[in-house]
């Protein structure tokens, strides 16, 4: 527990906004819930968290998250039963993750508690705003960044630690995901920052994927930077192939983020006895396996996903449809979560969190 003198001090908006809210229609991440949680660090130490009504934050121009975009995010999602308790899902390895992304990017590690204490007490105070509806759920976007004024390019001294949520439908609005396998640019690189979730990974991912945009695809799949040989990750998931029955996914490394959905699928075909290989995959293999019809399944998994099927993806000029399989792995395992999310089943693996 965060002790008396880092007691999370509240501050109630005076006018919710939650009845301007159409819960039906939900956009990802555009709506904004009624309170956030912000929390400062200044000479060396965390200062107590507060939660506040949601607003626009002020900073210096100097700030050096404007500059050298000294930052980190999480994603994760609430989810509400119908007795109305609230679940996270492996909210701890998100913890984890944070840290591991500060660290790499030269900023303050944030004590558990905080991180915990923080969510609970936000998540407890705007449980309204948690959707009920099938696919829909509480984004949650934990962050840090530099705070700190100065040009000098070095590590900031001060830094905010905020948690903003949004009431959120599916992230990929049209059904049907058609990606492409890029070979010009790249994510990562060895020894780089692809690992951590560091918002310039996303900037640098949006010059290319606007362009595959333009081609007809909605995200890129990136390969490794060295020779474009190896499928590593999406924009903002991780992916899977199923090539026959087995399920195929590339190794994590210092280039691709270890995502929590990936090794929660790992689990569970372990679980189930679904054939798994974890091994590093060629675009080439996967190219030869759509053209000899082996390639059966491919699909991304995220927090935002969750586990998102592929239609077709596009490789050097030419397009490949994935077949439209009645008992996808992907259906599987996207049930097996979210059932566990939204407390529909049992929780063998023990990774759903009561708020
Ligand atoms: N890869 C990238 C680049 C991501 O942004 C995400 C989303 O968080 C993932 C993979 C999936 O990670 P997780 O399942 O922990 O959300
Ligand atoms: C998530 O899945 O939570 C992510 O952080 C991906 C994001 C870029 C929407």
Redo the contacts with the bound molecule.
Sequence with gaps: MIGTAQKIAIEKTKTSKITSVDFDNLPFGSVFSDHMLVCDYRNGAWEAPKIMPYQPISLDPSAKIFHYGQSVF???KAYRDKDHNIWLFRPE??YK?LNVSSKRMAMPELPKEYFMEGLKTLLQLDRDWIPQSEGSSLYVRPFIFASGRGFHASPADEYKFIIATAPSGAYFSSGKVKVLIEETYS?AANGGV?FA?AGG??AG?FYPTQLAVEKGYQQVIWTDDNAHEYIE??????IFVRIKDTLVTGPVSDR?????????ILEIAREEGIPAEVRKLKVNEVVEAAKNGTLKEMF??????VVSPIAAFGYRGSDYDLPQLEKSYASRFKKRITDIQYNRSEDSFGWRFKV
């Design positions: 999480e994603g994760m390895d998100n993750r994510r692809g979730k990974n996303y991912q990750e999406a924009g903002a998931m991780n691709i983020l270890d995502g929590i959905t990936r090794k929660s991304g998994a995220g927090t935002a996903a």
